[in-house]
């Protein structure tokens, strides 16, 4: 019954996102962004809130597996490998890329395979995979109508002593300073607004390269449930990076909105 409760829920960011683009629409134009402050306060409170009951109750669910896979402490994997993890969500990205584009940027990951720390898989692999198909977008959209090669988007695996870094660096062009304190918003987006595209919200719930504008946020709060944090830092005019940083000391309280 829990585990029913959990899968019925599944489509509920899609579906908020969805909302919010609606009302976005909607909106009167010249209300500027600091004026959405309790919206963008309410939703941080909202996914962080799920984020913690499905946790809590993927946690429950997996301690009850009888045949639970190897290194496995319900949700929590002992041994993951950070490049492993990220290997995996940048091919499930470049697959929507190349579906959504007809080509991709090639990815390269650097780092050991071999280093391996308790974490949740997959939180990391949402984390990456939002971040990975941002830069693919960007790189794919900048180069499109270009002669030149595509350069490929970089990701990098750092092992320290409080935190696992990942860094993912792309050169699509960049964000302009003045849209940086807007990134983190619920309400911003650097892509067309879906609903432009389509306005069926059956047709809606497939995953699409971006527009919704919960991708940055949402990982970030997913970093932040266990300590660690998500900071975007671009150059206008060549590229993108993000610094994903992973708590690995384990001592961080949950942060209860």
Do not use: W
Request: hydrophobic share 40%; glycine share 8%; charged share 20%.
């Amino acid at each position: 019954m829990i585990k029913a409760i959990k899968v019925r829920h599944n489509n509920v960011v899609p579906m908020m996102a969805l909302g919010v683009q609606q009302l976005k629409k909607g909106m009167d134009p010249k209300i500027v962004n600091e004026d959405l402050d309790e919206i963008h306060q309410f939703l941080d409170r909202f996914y962080m809130s799920r984020i913690g009951i499905r946790m809590l109750i993927g946690q429950h669910v997996e301690l009850h597996n009888p045949n639970p896979p190897p290194h496995c402490v319900g949700y929590i994997h002992t041994k993951m490998s950070p490049v492993g993890v990220a290997r995996n969500a940048s091919e499930d990205a470049r697959a929507i890329c190349l579906r959504e584009y007809g080509s991709a940027p090639d990815i390269n990951i650097y780092g050991d395979l071999d280093f391996t720390f308790p974490y949740v898989p997959a939180h990391l692999h949402l984390m990456v995979f939002e971040l990975v198909k941002n830069s693919l977008r960007a790189v794919q959209e900048r180069f499109m109508d270009s002669d030149k090669v595509a350069p490929p988007i970089r990701i990098i695996v750092a092992e320290g002593i409080e935190d696992v870094t990942i860094k993912v660096s792309d050169e699509g062009g960049g964000i302009p300073r003045s849209g940086l304190p807007k990134i983190f918003t619920y309400l911003y987006s650097t892509a067309k607004n879906p609903l432009d595209e389509c306005s069926d919200l059956e047709t809606a719930d497939a995953v699409t390269m971006a527009g919704y504008g919960y991708g940055l946020p949402i990982s970030r709060l997913y970093a932040r449930y266990f300590g660690g944090d998500l900071q975007v830092i671009s150059m206008e005019g060549y590229g993108t990076d993000a610094y994903l940083h992973l708590s690995r000391l384990g001592d961080s309280q949950e942060p209860l909105p």
